[in-house]
């Protein structure tokens, strides 16, 4: 039996308020908890001040060196600068002193990092102000610096075990990464808090001559029909982060606490390339997300580019789809199983106070396998397993293609009762118009439609099968994180 069509929708551009009035239809809010997996960090002060530079000889130069150490229980450091100034030729050089890992910006790489660098794994950096040769002018200041911290007693997103059992295995897949959310920071306080951890993958549609473009849901930006700020700081894409047999660089510590791979396997989010619309605003059917990246350590590499010319998902219609076809989640979801997986499904939480401690495989790569139950309108419907931070995964079938993004999860997924795993289809059209704006030559246009208030009563023009109709819409917003 073939799976649900989308009927009037496909990838076509569908525009103005007809679109709104067929979004909102289609739209079938259903009560979801869908959310990225914690990540607690706070803003620690820090005052550093190269003072101005200059480097009167012929050849480059370190002006400046500073170590700054934020003590024995922190696991991971990120730098933001608050100011820099790096004529043609000069660079700053930040080091971790755990691992040895560095990233070298020049200043068109700080630019595509809004300011900030990659994570560093472990609690000193070293920072180097190399200038350039018969170069005048060189400083970079830093006021605070985002710092990790260890997890509170049980930490996760909602569980969405399908079974009795985690069926969750461990992933090498390139084409999946884990997109880290620094954006709900206060300003200049040391208070910690919780951030997000979200999926995301690179797809085979062209960002520019050399990159491609990548797919998330929605609520991991929240809705950004019209982008953010092009320096923003906030968004890191990962790559590679595996945890295979529990003894790789890049699995998490047992205590749940992440660990992150190097810089070159790491990218800077394009905040005003990012185009979102939020589950939560909008209804579960209409959560996804499109954006950009910056290059790497650098300058070197983008997305794609570091990946391998392989790594990208082609796009398939789900409603090419029939019931039953295997379907594949591969994301990052909070597990507090062990290096062994498996486990029961209160494995959606990772608690750093277990005994044993088992949070080795926390927001790691990993990938599972389950049935389609539904596809119906712009929502497909499995029973894989899935867990907070797999938001934003891909939602892989027959031909390994990307039908769509895992948006939502639920405590059942037994596809009888009405708790099920879920997300928003490829073929959603304002997805498939901010691609298109994204592309190459594309308009670059945000994708803003106005949003439905609750309960609201609203009288939209909507054209079907060639004839105008009124559709009365009375719509309840219901929360999707």
């Not at 920072?127 to 710092?147: C, D, K, P, Q």
């Not at 939020?278 to 954006?291: I, L, Q, S």
Request: charged share 15%; hydrophobic share 40%.
């Amino acid at each position: 039996m073939k799976a649900k069509r989308f009927g009037n929708v496909g990838v076509g551009s569908i525009t103005g308020w007809g679109a709104c009035a067929l979004v909102g239809a289609l739209g079938a809010i259903k009560p979801a908890n869908a959310e990225p997996a914690p990540l607690y960090a706070h803003m620690e002060p820090v005052m550093l001040d190269s003072g101005v530079l200059d480097n009167p000889s012929n050849e480059p130069a370190v002006v400046f060196t500073r170590i700054l150490d934020l003590g024995p229980d922190v696991p991971w450091v990120r730098v933001l600068f608050s100011d820099a100034n790096l004529p043609p030729g000069s660079y700053v050089r930040v080091t971790s002193l755990l691992d040895g890992d560095s990233q070298t910006l020049d200043a068109a790489g700080l630019a595509d990092w809004g300011n900030g660098t990659a994570f560093f794994n472990g609690s000193a950096v070293r920072i180097e102000l190399v200038a350039g040769a018969r170069s005048a002018g060189n400083v970079v200041r830093t006021e605070r610096l985002f710092v990790g911290e260890v997890p509170p007693p049980v930490q996760g997103g909602v569980a969405a075990i399908c079974d009795t059992a985690d069926d969750r295995q461990a992933s090498t897949d390139k084409r999946v990464g884990r997109l880290l959310n620094t954006e709900a920071r206060p300003e200049g306080e040391n208070t910690v808090f919780p951030l997000g951890i979200c999926t995301g993958f690179i797809i085979d549609k062209p960002a520019g001559p050399d990159d491609k473009l990548h797919l998330t849901a929605g609520h991991c930006f929240r809705d950004r029909c019209a982008g953010l700020l092009p320096k923003d700081p906030s968004y890191v894409f990962q790559f590679n982060v595996v945890c295979v047999n529990g003894t790789e660089p890049t699995c998490s510590n047992p205590n749940c606490n992440i660990y992150h791979p190097p810089a070159a396997d790491q990218f800077p989010v394009i905040g005003d390339s990012v185009r979102s619309w939020d589950g939560a605003v909008r209804g579960t059917a209409n959560d996804w997300a499109v954006f950009k990246c910056g290059k790497s350590n650098n300058q070197t590499t983008f997305v794609h580019q570091g990946n391998g010319p392989q790594a990208m998902f082609t796009l398939g219609d789900p409603t090419n789809l029939f019931l039953g076809s295997p379907i594949r989640i591969t994301g990052y979801g909070a597990d507090g199983n062990g290096p062994g997986g498996g486990g029961p499904p209160s494995a959606c939480k990772c608690d750093p106070g277990a005994v044993p401690a088992t949070g080795t495989r926390n927001a790691t790569l990993q990938t599972a396998i389950g049935d389609l139950i539904d596809v119906a309108g712009t929502i497909i419907e499995y029973t894989t397993d899935a867990c907070g931070g797999n938001s934003g995964s891909p939602i892989i079938g027959p031909g390994d293609k990307a039908f769509g993004i895992h948006t939502f999860g639920r405590l059942s997924c037994d596809g009888v009762t009405t708790n099920i795993n879920g997300g928003t289809a490829i073929t959603h059209p304002f997805l498939q118009d901010a691609i298109a704006a994204l592309a190459p030559g594309g308009s670059q246009a945000a994708i803003c439609i106005p949003t439905l208030s609750a309960w609201g009563l609203i009288i939209l023009g909507l054209s079907v099968a060639s004839a105008a109709t009124v559709v009365i819409l009375r719509r309840r917003a219901v929360s999707a994180g």
